[in-house]
């Protein structure tokens, strides 16, 4: 059963703010939300992680709803090189798996 | 360039031969893993490693043989593979199991003629 639900694909404007949302309504209190991204034929990269908080990074902004049941991936200003699937993961820290959904491939356009 | 190098990056092997994949890191994690990902498919979970041993196998055909020689090696041992086992192999290395992230290497991409 998926984790996580996101919307197959997306475009953005280069330049532009890119807001990556994510559905986890059945995450369980000890689980965290994980963002990677993969461009084509390479290995994914981890962008970001969060439990409860917002966080950021210098690649980007998590922002995870108060009931935690959904959370937004924000890339600032979106550039051609954002372009890939972005995967959004909830994994219980202390377990081994990671263990990936279909993710949402975001398009940067000029 | 990432920090867990996966060799080769490409390998073509026929239905009969033994290969093997080879990861390594150097960055102390004490945690690996195997992934398989088809094309325009996430990768998959095969098998993870915890300080040398294995504590996850995702139910893997045995023609897919693991192996952790040591914290910073990572083999995956091929034989007798099928053509639908064509896929990209992506290797993996985290701390011991905590919220810290996985890093990944950029696969092998693996042909079976």
């Known amino acids: 059963d998926a984790k996580t639900t996101q919307p197959p694909s997306m475009d953005c404007a280069e330049g532009r703010a890119a807001n990556l949302p994510c559905n986890h309504s059945t995450i369980s209190g000890n689980e965290y939300v994980y963002w990677y991204r993969q461009i084509h034929s390479q290995g994914p990269q981890y962008i970001i992680h969060g439990l409860k908080n917002n966080e950021t990074n210098e690649m980007a902004s998590l922002i995870i709803t108060e009931d935690r049941k959904s959370s937004t991936l924000i890339l600032p200003h979106a550039t051609l090189r954002d372009t890939a699937v972005y995967y959004c993961?909830?994994?219980?820290?202390?377990?081994?798996?990671?263990?990936f959904g279909a993710g949402t491939r975001l398009t940067v356009k000029p | 360039d990432t920090e867990v190098t996966q060799t080769p990056k490409h390998l073509v092997m026929g239905m009969t031969n033994k290969k093997s994949l080879k990861c390594e890191q150097h960055m102390g994690h004490r945690a690996m893993y195997w992934y398989k990902q088809k094309a325009k498919k996430p990768p998959e979970l095969m098998f993870v490693y915890s300080y040398e041993k294995l504590s996850i196998n995702e139910s893997v055909p045995s023609r897919f043989s693991p192996e952790c020689p040591n914290s910073s090696l990572l083999n995956l041992h091929l034989h007798a593979l099928q053509p639908e086992d064509s896929a990209l192999y992506l290797c993996?290395?985290?701390?011991?199991?905590?919220?810290?992230?996985?890093?990944f290497g950029n696969g092998t991409r693996l042909t079976v003629t």
């Open positions: 993961i909830v994994r219980v820290a202390i377990k081994g798996d990671m263990r």
């Open positions: 993996a290395s985290s701390q011991e199991f905590s919220e810290s992230p996985l890093h």
